[in-house]
């Protein structure tokens, strides 16, 4: 059995769960996944991250506009998702971001929703999970402007300087199935690098699974796959890893995990 660690981030909303989210929930648990962030994306799947989440004590929801869909978001979106925070309570602001990766994307409009939900963020003084793709140095840029409390850089991929800065700034970077490929050698080389302390794990489900899943649909349950090749990388145990990372992102999101407790050799990640 694995030491208890958590999804930080999964979209069991998606459809690609609708036939076996049960299922899928079960086989994770049993795997030894303790918990599950999901993080919304557009404003039509915001009940349905919620209602998943109050189905169990082990699910936590974040809400937010994801950059992908940032021609469907209104400013009706926007008003909507301060009222719904307020009275949710969800354990962040996310999905959200900057994505520079695909051409069709309006960057106005991307830093137009990103900007505002920083502040939002803020206001609530909530944590944000971000979102980005060729574009850390912009987003920490607008960080500056937009200060928040700190977070989770999603499937991070930059570099170390960048991680460094993001760090410094109170976020910790999320690490999946991408480390899992031989072949994502500078992937490897930065969660090698990187401070214990400052790494959360995540499977991005249904999406970016693990090269012994690879062209199928990706689940919570092969999060510890992720945590295996961790523990090749590193010069941590295996059990130092999970506890690790699971105190990270308690602390990070404020999180109730059932069975967690921490251990006498765990301190804060910001002493």
Same mark, same amino acid.
Request: charged share 25%.
């Given at each position: 059995?694995?030491?208890?660690?958590?999804?930080?981030?999964?979209?069991?909303?998606?459809?690609?769960?609708?036939?076996?989210?049960?299922?899928?929930?079960?086989?994770?648990?049993?795997?030894?996944?303790?918990?599950?962030?999901?993080?919304?994306?557009?404003?039509?799947?915001?009940?349905?991250?919620?209602?998943?989440?109050?189905?169990?004590?082990?699910?936590?929801?974040?809400?937010?506009?994801?950059p992908y869909y940032c021609d469907e978001h209104s400013q009706a979106d926007l008003d909507g998702l301060a009222d719904l925070a307020r009275r949710e309570h969800p354990v962040a602001i996310?999905?959200?971001?900057?994505?520079?990766?695909?051409?069709?994307?309006?960057?106005?409009?991307?830093?137009?929703?990103?900007?505002?939900? =920083? $502040?939002?963020?803020?206001? @609530?003084?909530?944590?944000?999970?971000?979102? %980005?793709?060729?574009?850390?140095?912009?987003? #920490? &840029?607008?960080?500056?402007?937009?200060?928040?409390?700190?977070?989770?850089?999603?499937?991070?991929?930059?570099?170390?300087?960048?991680?460094?800065?993001?760090?410094?700034?109170?976020?910790?970077?999320?690490?999946?199935?991408?480390?899992?490929?031989?072949?994502?050698?500078?992937?490897?080389?930065?969660?090698?690098?990187?401070?214990l302390d400052a790494i959360v794990l995540e499977t991005d489900a249904p999406d970016m699974s693990g090269e012994k899943h690879r062209y199928q649909r990706n689940s919570p349950e092969y999060?510890?796959?992720? =945590? $295996?090749?961790?523990?090749? @990388?590193?010069?941590?145990?295996?059990?130092? %890893?999970?506890?690790?990372?699971?105190?990270? #992102? &308690?602390?990070?999101?404020?999180?109730?995990?059932?069975?967690?407790?921490?251990?006498?050799?765990?301190?804060?990640?910001?002493?």
């Amino acid at each position: 059995m694995t030491k208890l660690i958590i999804d930080s981030h999964c979209h069991l909303d998606m459809p690609a769960f609708d036939k076996d989210r049960q299922q899928v929930l079960k086989s994770a648990r049993q795997a030894g996944v303790g918990g599950f962030v999901i993080p919304g994306t557009t404003a039509g799947r915001w009940n349905k991250v919620l209602d998943i989440a109050t189905s169990a004590g082990d699910i936590w929801p974040a809400l937010g506009l994801h950059p992908y869909y940032c021609d469907e978001h209104s400013q009706a979106d926007l008003d909507g998702l301060a009222d719904l925070a307020r009275r949710e309570h969800p354990v962040a602001i996310g999905e959200i971001g900057l994505d520079l990766f695909l051409p069709h994307l309006d960057e106005k409009k991307q830093r137009h929703y990103l900007e505002a939900q =920083l $502040d939002l963020a803020r206001d @609530l003084d909530l944590p944000v999970i971000l979102h %980005i793709r060729k574009a850390n140095d912009q987003v #920490l &840029q607008i960080l500056k402007q937009h200060p928040v409390k700190g977070g989770i850089c999603h499937a991070f991929s930059g570099s170390i300087q960048q991680a460094g800065k993001f760090i410094d700034l109170g976020f910790c970077l999320g690490f999946g199935g991408m480390i899992t490929y031989e072949r994502s050698r500078k992937l490897r080389r930065l969660a090698t690098e990187l401070p214990l302390d400052a790494i959360v794990l995540e499977t991005d489900a249904p999406d970016m699974s693990g090269e012994k899943h690879r062209y199928q649909r990706n689940s919570p349950e092969y999060l510890p796959e992720v =945590l $295996d090749s961790l523990e090749q @990388l590193r010069r941590e145990s295996r059990e130092e %890893i999970a506890a690790r990372t699971t105190l990270n #992102l &308690q602390q990070l999101l404020s999180l109730k995990i059932p069975g967690f407790m921490l251990s006498d050799n765990m301190t804060d990640r910001h002493p």
